[in-house]
């Protein structure tokens, strides 16, 4: 039994602030959000990329938390791309089962958004193939684009089906004040008008990046959301390695584990946090997760299935697209407003009746994948 | 393993020109990128393998915003090729009018990048339509 006591998380944004006082700024809400002190925590866990552009080459995560909050426990740190903070979660996780630890904070921190942005994207591209995919002129988006170009010719999606991907997010994130694009309108038109990145990927396709921190503690202490399940499957580097592009395997690996860890089906998830990475892979994590047939996830948006009064409400917070994507902060982000949304605190995006809940974070191109099924007690 | 034979070192000196992968003397699995270690069988004799370098388009698409290096290429469009031989690689597509995925390419030598100005240019292999 393993439970989520508190969140936290900063602003995702374009503060040009220090890394510590971020971490800190997520770990102080956390703490005050389930009521106990640093003291009552037992370890850590956390997750960050060592943005080589920051300014900061902090490398030892681990022992600067020890400084920051002068606390001299176990600190361990996990970097995995994209996927850091579910990682992350995942790893404590497995600490909490041996049994030595009460409370375990969980953080992933990155600061992205300080520098010029082409450093930023060099950066980001890292997480595509090195040596055989680099020097090809791929980078991350054009790699998402190949995958998407097959998604969609083969199962007629559109660019207009992306495009109602990329407005849902933007209409929550429009409602989440800790997302980037909070009060800031987006219509559809600039969306589709919006230019061309890595065919058929548009600026508007593409997450957004930030700064940022998010936090939580998960404890063996009863609270009222339980970690019901918890899976990380990884696959091949690059999609040119793989069978095929048009599922993502480590996506669908983690999700049946998590299910069957949890109990549950796919129909039985209320609220769901997604890698929309790029809009095109929210298309296609509908259908690696189960939430429709290989396929149809053009249908789900276009029904608006997924919208914030829909069936299936996902990215509530707008998503990596509308609420920023400070790599190692997202997944935790994630668990962030899933906690929010079944305490029924997240104001006017509010989806109401929420039992299961659902956080799919994504590392590279579908190269590793971390799936968490929460339930309200 | 040092290998003597002349043609083959120098076809590796000239490596952009090939696609070299492995092939293992075992099971006569084919892998790129090469590997020293089979991972169908686990044998650990593999010899090169220079691929024909014809193959289908899998999957394409058109890059407008470049990484460092490639400013002026943009746009070019890049593509994972299914090789005839199994394997896939990616690369980028030079010389056609309509890119259509299953579309028969052949490999070509082109430049890939250079160091700036008056660098370096880092030549290797782009693909072009084959009919
Ligand atoms: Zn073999």
């Given at each position: 039994m393993m439970f989520i006591r508190g969140v936290g998380m900063t602003k995702f944004g374009i503060q040009d602030v220090p890394s510590g006082q971020m971490i800190y700024e997520s770990a102080l809400e956390a703490l005050g959000d389930c009521g106990i002190s640093m003291n009552e925590i037992d370890a850590i866990v956390v997750s960050n990329n060592d943005i080589i552009s920051n300014g900061e080459r902090q490398r030892h995560s681990a022992s600067m938390l020890s400084s920051l909050f002068q606390k001299k426990i176990p600190i361990v740190a996990v970097t995995s791309g994209c996927s850091g903070g579910g990682t992350a979660l995942w790893t404590a996780i497995r600490l909490q089962k041996s049994g030595n630890y009460n409370n375990i904070l969980v953080i992933g921190f990155e600061k992205m958004v300080s520098n010029l942005s082409?450093?930023?994207?060099?950066?980001?591209?890292?997480?595509?193939?090195?040596?055989?995919?680099?020097s090809e002129g791929m980078?991350?988006?054009?790699?998402?684009?190949?995958?998407?170009?097959?998604?969609?010719?083969?199962?007629?999606?559109?660019?207009?089906?992306?495009a109602l991907v990329a407005y849902k997010n933007h209409q929550n994130g429009y409602l989440n004040p800790k997302a980037r694009f909070y009060k800031k309108k987006i219509s559809i038109d600039e969306i589709k008008k919006s230019p061309v990145v890595a065919s058929p990927l548009r600026l508007f396709d593409c997450s957004i990046p930030a700064n940022g921190a998010a936090a939580l503690i998960l404890s063996k202490e009863k609270s009222d959301i339980e970690v019901i399940g918890s899976a990380e499957e990884t696959d091949y580097l690059a999609p040119f390695e793989r069978e095929d592009m048009i599922s993502w395997d480590a996506s669908k690996k983690a999700a049946a584990e998590a299910y069957k860890q949890a109990g549950i089906y796919p129909d039985d998830i209320d609220v769901a946090e997604?890698?929309?990475?790029?809009?095109?892979?929210?298309?296609?994590?509908?259908?690696?997760?189960?939430?429709?047939?290989?396929?149809?996830?053009?249908?789900?948006?276009?029904?608006?299935?997924?919208?914030?009064?829909?069936?299936?409400?996902?990215?509530?917070?707008?998503?990596?697209?509308?609420?920023?994507?400070?790599?190692?902060?997202?997944?935790i982000s994630q668990i962030y407003e899933?906690?929010?949304?079944?305490?029924?605190?997240?104001?006017?995006?509010?989806?109401?009746?929420?039992?299961?809940?659902?956080?799919?974070?994504?590392?590279?191109?579908?190269?590793?994948?971390?799936?968490?099924?929460?339930k309200k007690c | 393993m040092y290998k003597?034979?002349?043609?083959?070192?120098?076809?590796?000196?000239?490596?952009?020109?090939?696609?070299?992968?492995?092939?293992?003397?075992?099971?006569?699995?084919?892998?790129?990128?090469?590997?020293?270690?089979?991972?169908k069988c686990e044998s650990n004799k593999l010899e090169d393998y220079i691929f024909n370098g014809n193959g289908k388009i899998f999957a394409h698409s058109t890059v407008f915003y470049p990484p460092a290096g490639l400013e002026k290429q943009v746009p070019y469009?890049?593509?994972?090729?299914?090789?005839?031989?199994?394997?896939?690689?990616?690369?980028?597509?030079?010389?056609?009018?309509?890119?259509?995925?299953?579309?028969?390419v052949q490999s070509c030598v082109r430049e890939l990048y250079s160091d700036g100005k008056s660098g370096i240019i880092h030549y290797g292999i782009k693909f072009r339509p084959s009919d």
């Open positions: 082409s450093k930023v994207t060099d950066e980001m591209l890292m997480g595509a193939e090195r040596l055989y995919e680099q980078n991350f988006p054009a790699a998402n684009a190949l995958v998407a170009q097959q998604y969609m010719s083969i199962y007629d999606a559109t660019s207009d089906d992306l997604l890698h929309d990475a790029f809009t095109s892979v929210e298309l296609i994590s509908y259908e690696d997760l189960g939430f429709c047939k290989k396929g149809e996830a053009k249908e789900l948006i276009r029904k608006g299935i997924t919208n914030l009064n829909g069936k299936l409400p996902v990215n509530t917070s707008g998503g990596l697209k509308a609420k920023g994507h400070p790599i190692s902060a997202t997944g899933l906690v929010k949304q079944m305490r029924n605190e997240a104001g006017e995006r509010q989806v109401s009746n929420i039992k299961y809940a659902m956080a799919q974070n994504i590392g590279g191109a579908g190269s590793n994948v971390t799936v968490h099924i929460l | 003597s034979n002349i043609v083959m070192a120098w076809r590796k000196t000239n490596r952009g020109n090939y696609i070299i992968g492995s092939k293992c003397k075992e099971c006569h699995a084919l892998f790129f990128p090469s590997r020293t270690r089979c991972t469009t890049v593509a994972i090729i299914k090789l005839d031989e199994g394997p896939k690689m990616t690369a980028q597509v030079v010389e056609f009018d309509d890119l259509k995925v299953g579309m028969k």
